[in-house]
């Protein structure tokens, strides 16, 4: 178990990603669905948000920060991040994508701790958009995080809600870019290329740093400082590998979908347990 700011911790250790990668293995292995390197790829940017950045004294508390999930595919780096917090315990995360499961592929805001319903991409951004408004016109002290994958880029949503963002000032907003530079179809510079990314997002008018995602304090001295920046919404580019930590799966685009046999999952939890895969 770890703790987070719910309990007044002010440090990721370096178990908490390995203890969420492997969740993600033995529950996507125990369901037989892919999705697996996605999931993968953002564990330690999970773990930093969780760990240590986002304030959320409760659930239901009106002034918690907010979390979007906006590559919502990703969910089951999500639901092990709740396991671990103890918001849901070993016979509810053993229902992750069985019938009637609040613990589908995708979040849903039923389940407590998801704020909101995310997927569809390229929306989740939008999405935070209106929550950062919200909390501006109530006088919360609430921010909002949303991670999206580099792949959202290429929806003409993103650019309408970064847009909008910038022009209200909302810098209570912060959007962290899971930059692993593929989807399912192919690598995102051959799908539709947005390099320079950094570039792109400073014209719009956001104020941008680029990380290691896999880099904990990094990741966690790069969120503090996007939270604090005044006048203006942040964006965190973080660079990724797809499927960090197994071997077989870092950077193979087929593991977008692909759910693993015995052998490859009794590969996969040796290399995160032994490190051999990073």
């Excluded at 719910?6 to 492997?22: M, W």
Aim: hydrophobic share 40%; proline share 3%; charged share 20%.
């Amino acid at each position: 178990m770890f703790q987070s700011n719910l309990t007044g911790n002010g440090r990721v250790s370096d178990d908490l990603p390995k203890s969420i990668r492997r969740i993600i293995l033995e529950q996507a292995h125990r369901a037989n669905v892919g999705h697996i390197g996605s999931a993968l790829s953002i564990a330690d940017i999970i773990a930093v948000l969780y760990g240590e950045i986002l304030n959320l004294p409760s659930r239901r508390d009106p002034d918690r920060d907010r979390f979007i999930l906006s590559k919502g595919h990703a969910a089951l780096a999500l639901y092990a991040a709740f396991r671990i917090l103890g918001w849901i315990d070993e016979e509810k995360i053993n229902t992750y994508c069985c019938d009637s499961s609040l613990l589908g592929v995708h979040p849903e805001h039923a389940l407590p701790g998801v704020d909101f319903c995310s997927g569809s991409l390229g929306m989740g951004l939008s999405i935070g958009v209106g929550s950062a408004v919200g909390g501006k016109l109530g006088n919360s002290s609430r921010r909002v995080f949303v991670l999206l994958s580099d792949a959202e880029c290429n929806e003409g949503s993103v650019w309408e809600a970064a847009m909008f963002a910038a022009h209200h000032r909302l810098d209570n907003l912060v959007a962290l870019i899971d930059l692993n530079g593929q989807q399912a179809f192919g690598k995102t510079k051959d799908v539709l290329d947005l390099h320079p990314l950094n570039k792109k997002w400073e014209a719009f008018g956001w104020h941008v740093r680029e990380v290691d995602g896999h880099d904990c304090q990094a990741l966690a001295q790069a969120m503090g400082k996007a939270s604090a920046h005044a006048d203006k919404p942040a964006v965190l580019i973080c660079q990724t590998t797809f499927g960090k930590g197994v071997s077989f799966m870092e950077g193979q685009i087929p593991w977008h979908y692909l759910p693993m046999n015995e052998q490859q999952f009794a590969q996969a939890l040796r290399e995160i347990e032994s490190g051999d895969g990073q």
